[in-house]
């Protein structure tokens, strides 16, 4: 061996090769995750999935201690959970927890969570101007020990398809859609009702838009109803201008229910919008201001009329119905779909059981499938209620009133000759309105929501 040989340092065989292949691989992981980010952008960095992993641990957290709360009839302790937006939706926190301790008083249930999913949207359903976005949902179901006691019925069921959405911001999670303890959850009717009153218009309206040519129907008949049945852009827009500037709040018809039935405080002027027969023109004309002012509204639809433009003859007497989706659209922006029947012409008054079943029973279950929000309320079909107010009836018309109750219903308006304000907590499937009627000036339209 040569002294130059016994000078140099000699590298084993094995850490040399070792070294080698820890050089290469990095440069493989560097020449992939350049391709990677090329074809797909670029990925989350590690802090960014660290923090998705603990917003979702919190969320989880979050709805499970929310949902023992509610288990345990602790309401009173879940408002400071709630975000200001679902506080908003509450008159008061004394209020949510005397209805929620009142609605679930003797009602024993189970519940379950379902994965979190993040980048959910809220909207309310009592302001149309309520909302908020980049939430976490979480489904939650609700299981009652005695579903059949729980009225109306099938009401249980709809408990098992709900969801909790919770706002995350620095650290903190906040209960925003509240699920089952919501004030728009699904009504309950309590097995003993208290007798109460409220002064609620109801104003009823069909067609929002312009008035129809004569020349365009066929027979003065037809056209006169068209025209009784059309209030105009111009005129639904003042109408809604002067409910903005006097005060006067639109509410769902859960919430009066909840009103009637529990206690539930109603805003200073309240008042409750409806749109009968599901016409395109107010989705055209009407959902666009109501929006605007944050008013919530009911549409009632005819369910065989979904979709469709009726013409009889052909270019005569044309009538345009809201579609499926457009229908699925107003509810997700806060308004109500409720039922009307197939196709608002046969009379449920003293209809059996079976043609109550298909009339509207049905009907609501199709309505539920294009919204995701049970149907709890109709409007009659067929004419006008057999009596001039709707504070009267008959033993038919009680017997009706069981078996709309057996098929899920809570209310029900009605379209009377003589208008109504006043409603009662033991008369909720005989809602009196008031109708808004062609070319009303604002003043007469101001002084129908002082009907008795």
């Given at each position: 061996?040569?002294?130059?040989?016994?000078?140099r340092p000699r590298i084993p065989l094995y850490p040399a090769v070792l070294i080698g292949i820890i050089v290469l691989a990095g440069i493989a992981a560097f020449v992939a995750g350049r391709v990677h980010q090329a074809r797909f952008g670029d990925a989350p960095a590690p802090t960014a999935v660290a923090a998705r992993v603990t917003d979702g641990d919190l969320v989880r957290k979050t709805v499970a201690m929310f949902m023992r709360q509610m288990r345990a009839r602790q309401f009173?302790?879940?408002?400071?959970?709630?975000?200001?937006?679902?506080?908003?939706?509450?008159?008061?926190?004394?209020?949510?927890?005397?209805?929620?301790?009142?609605?679930?008083?003797?009602?024993?249930?189970?519940?379950?969570?379902?994965?979190?999913?993040?980048?959910?949207?809220?909207?309310?359903?009592?302001?149309?101007?309520?909302?908020?976005?980049?939430?976490?949902?979480?489904?939650?179901?609700?299981?009652?020990?005695?579903?059949?006691?729980?009225?109306?019925?099938?009401?249980?069921?709809?408990?098992?398809?709900?969801?909790l959405y919770v706002l995350v911001r620095k650290g903190r999670a906040l209960i925003v859609g509240e699920g089952p303890a919501a004030i728009d959850a699904p009504v309950i009717v309590p097995a003993r009702v208290t007798a109460r009153q409220v002064h609620v218009p109801i104003l009823m309206y069909h067609l929002v838009g312009p008035f129809p040519r004569r020349a365009a129907w066929d027979s003065t008949y037809g056209y006169d109803i068209e025209y009784g049945l059309t209030v105009t852009p111009a005129q639904f827009r003042a109408?809604?201008?002067?409910?903005?500037?006097?005060?006067?709040?639109?509410?769902?018809?859960?919430r009066l229910a909840d009103a009637l039935l529990y206690g539930l405080p109603l805003p200073k002027r309240p008042v409750a919008l409806t749109f009968d027969d599901g016409r395109l023109s107010p989705y055209d004309y009407a959902a666009?201001?109501?929006?605007?002012?944050?008013?919530?509204?009911?549409?009632?639809?005819?369910?065989?009329?979904?979709?469709?433009?009726?013409?009889?003859?052909?270019?005569?007497?044309?009538?345009?119905?809201?579609?499926?989706a457009q229908m699925a659209l107003l509810s997700r922006q806060g308004f109500w779909i409720e039922d009307h029947g197939v196709k608002d012409i046969n009379e449920l008054y003293d209809m059996p059981m079976n043609g109550l079943r298909v009339e509207v029973g049905e009907t609501a279950r199709e309505i539920e499938t294009h919204t995701g929000v049970p149907v709890q309320f109709v409007a009659y079909t067929g004419g006008l209620w057999p009596y001039p107010t709707a504070a009267q009836s008959d033993g038919t018309l009680q017997t009706m009133f069981g078996r709309l109750s057996s098929l899920g219903y809570v209310g029900a308006v009605t379209d009377t000759r003589v208008p109504g304000a006043t409603e009662l907590s033991d008369q909720l499937l005989q809602l009196p309105r008031v109708r808004v009627q062609p070319n009303e000036s604002v003043a007469a339209f101001a002084a129908s929501l002082q009907t008795p």
């Open positions: 061996m040569s002294q130059q040989d016994l000078t009173g302790a879940q408002w400071t959970e709630l975000a200001s937006a679902a506080r908003g939706e509450w008159p008061s926190k004394a209020a949510r927890t005397r209805m929620l301790a009142a609605k679930f008083d003797t009602m024993m249930f189970r519940y379950s969570l379902g994965k979190p999913a993040a980048h959910a949207v809220w909207e309310s359903r009592e302001a149309t101007n309520r909302s908020d976005s980049d939430l976490w949902r979480v489904p939650v179901t609700v299981r009652f020990a005695r579903p059949g006691m729980v009225r109306p019925g099938g009401v249980a069921g709809t408990y098992r398809n709900l969801a109408q809604m201008a002067y409910l903005k500037s006097h005060g006067y709040t639109p509410i769902s018809f859960p666009p201001v109501l929006r605007r002012y944050g008013f919530t509204a009911t549409f009632f639809i005819c369910a065989g009329f979904a979709g469709q433009t009726n013409q009889t003859p052909a270019h005569l007497n044309v009538q345009r119905y809201l579609s499926w």
